[in-house]
């Protein structure tokens, strides 16, 4: 497995999460002893972990700019100066290969003669059906700015296709919102 640092790969891997028609799998994990009735306001980390050679990429600018709607959908307010959460995102690519053997049914079939019956029966090939594809994963963290400590994670997987790489926003949109699906808590009154 190797991690794809530069720009055009990060966005290709965010940009078709979604790109499969069943989508991406999604799953989420958090600290049970955070008090997130607490948690009023959020910013970003810096550098986040989808920057590049000290610069903003267009990936990191597309995933702001989501999981600030999302955030802002559940109460939170933005703030850059003394947030209560910091955001964080990561991301990878890993090829895989999928092998699965299976039987096909050969065209023909062969027979045989038995004392004036004649008798057929199809016959099977087995081969290997390989797939190869790329999987790509998409984290963000949630973290308590105060404690320095990770509260919430919510992670996408799939497979990678270049079905969407033409317009990207719109997959970034869809991938945070599917894993902010898994998010259920409220900003602070």
Known sequence: M??????????????????????????????????FASYKTF????????????????????????TQR??????????????????????????????????SQQIGYYSYRRVGVYKTWPSYAYQNNVDEYTEGTLNIDLVDAKRKQLVWEGVAVGRVTDAKLANPEPAIDNAVAEIFTKYTYRAAP
């Open 70 to 103: 999302e955030m802002e959908a559940r109460g939170y307010r933005y703030t850059e100066s003394d947030p209560d959460l910091l955001v964080n995102f990561s991301a990878r690519l890993a090829k895989k290969v999928q092998v699965d053997p299976l039987a």
């Open 43 to 66: 910013g970003f980390v810096s550098p986040l972990g989808t920057d590049v050679d000290g610069y903003s990429t267009l990936i990191t600018q597309r995933l702001k700019s989501a």
């Open 2 to 35: 190797k991690l794809f640092r530069t720009p055009f790969t990060m966005v290709l891997l965010i940009t078709l999460l979604t790109a499969c028609t069943s989508g991406p799998q999604v799953r989420s994990d958090f600290d049970h002893s955070a008090n």
